[in-house]
């Protein structure tokens, strides 16, 4: 599968709170609004401005706080082709996969605003074709790549009936 | 080779030996979701008709977010999780009983179990001795529905914590401290395991802060040993009959061990706008501050609350300050009543509102104007976290938060506690 689009690049530490606010927990039984919000308070005008297949590039722990499904949800409504972070906290990750939104970790420092990205998942890395580089992505373990495959957890729970997993 | 207490409990419910690293799908015995997370939970379960419960009595639905609800969609949002309960038979914790991870501990956690919770602070109950941990709306869904859930089985931080807390210095400082030393992604995807003297003589309540803030560095669980406190805890709730010894083995191999002598600390404070940004209150100068808030998984119990009316009593907030007080549970707030610690409150000038979350999540119950400065006993500082992102949070133990009340600014509660017992005890111009 092979992906293209522009980065949007964000720093270390973005939370959930930046993803998805408290202050909107109104809308949470409404993701198709909160989509509209995405990573609003780090970024007011992003929602605006991103292009559905655009990419979010993050540096260190994206996704800390809450456990809030809703923030790897938005980043999906809202047409974003996957994350790119140095590191994600662990519960984001684990929802990202679990709702069939890509969260690759991968050394982010050589990706600029705006440069546009290629991702191969096959081949398990990033083109820079701005920049004519290219980035080698950190592998998924084994149990999210059946996920992932399966296009999410619930999407392999009703195929199976059970966790076909380990 | 020696296991950790997260092998241990993972072990037993994967049906076979476990070590770090492994991947297993284990039994789920309590799962739990909030108004934030519950509904979409519902959710996501309908849409692959698995809308079931597979043990009801064991899964809780807690509305306490955004409790009582503030506006038409989030009182929709809880009928949702009443309907769910209703058709389903699975336990609602209503409006009034208190903050989910509270209600948790109280009655329905026991050592040696898996709890899985749609909130990121359900580490909270790895205080007794359980493997407790936060996951997202639709994990948490699937073990509501058939009672397991896939884990890796995480590698383990020991921490090990000796000395004795000085005056003014409580485990909510340490474990400030702890997030500050190693960041707040310094053990991400690892189990933390409090041990040592320190926490052996540690009280439940203590212990519970410690647990609630291990996500706080990353961790996906913040485990203690169940001892001869647990036991007492656990009568006190009606449940002794629940108990078990869980402890790691000697020979059990730790990632990485970290060491904190207590005796060294002194009142620490988060500083906007990430729980790692710690330095000390006495450090901090002259930071006015508008809204104080004692309360919250973290800080909200009876042991809380007592420490807050010691110094509060027969006292007045500061003129500029407002201070918000929530019981975590609705039996806290019950002992509080009984204990005058209310009135002791109230007369302070404090203003209790219902059991819950409170203002922790910024939906409601006291969001933070443009520029101002709150104190508050949760767990969290992130920009926006209490409803504007043009509000600033510090987090404190509740000692700070009082004493911060007391005066207008962000306080040593030393220098309150000083002025209460006896200047030569506690010579407080040296810290300050």
Redesign the interface.
Known sequence: MIKQGKAWKFGDYISTDHIAPGRLFHLRTNLPELAKHVLEDADPEFASKMNVGDFVVAGNNFGLGSSREHAPQVLKIAGVNAVLAKSFARIFFRNAINIGLLAITCDTDRINQGDELELDLSLGIIKNITQETEIIMTPLPDVMIKILNDGGLAKHIEKYGDFQLV | MGKTISEKIISEHSGREVKAGD???ANVDVTAVQD??G??TIQ??Q????EKCINPERTILFID??APSP?K??S??HK?LREFSKKTGAILSDVGEGVCHQRLVEDYVNPGEILI????H?CTSGALGAFAT??????V??AIA?G?T?L?VPDTYKIQVTGTFNDGVYPKDLILHLIGLIG??GA??KALEFTGETISNMAMSDRFTLSNMA?EA?A?AGLIASDEITKEYLFSRGRGDKFREIYPDDDAVYERVIEIDVTRLEPTVSCPH?VDNTKLAAQLGNIKVDQVFIGSCTNGRIEDLRIAADILKDKKVHSDVRLLVIPASRDVFLQATVEGIVEILVKAGASIMTPGCGPC???HAG?LGDGEVCIATQN?N????M???NGEIYLSSPATAAASALEGYITDPRKVICSIADQRTYPFEKYI
């Open positions: 991947f297993v799908v934030g997370t509904p979409l996501e379960i849409k692959i008709g698995l977010h955004a506006r969609e989030l929709n949002a949702i919770g749609a909130d990121s359900t936060g996951m997202g709306s639709t994990d869904g699937i058939l397991k896939w890796r707040a992604d991400t995807y996500v990353g996906k990430t999540v910024g939906v969001i969290r992130f920009q926006g976290r409803g504007n992102t």
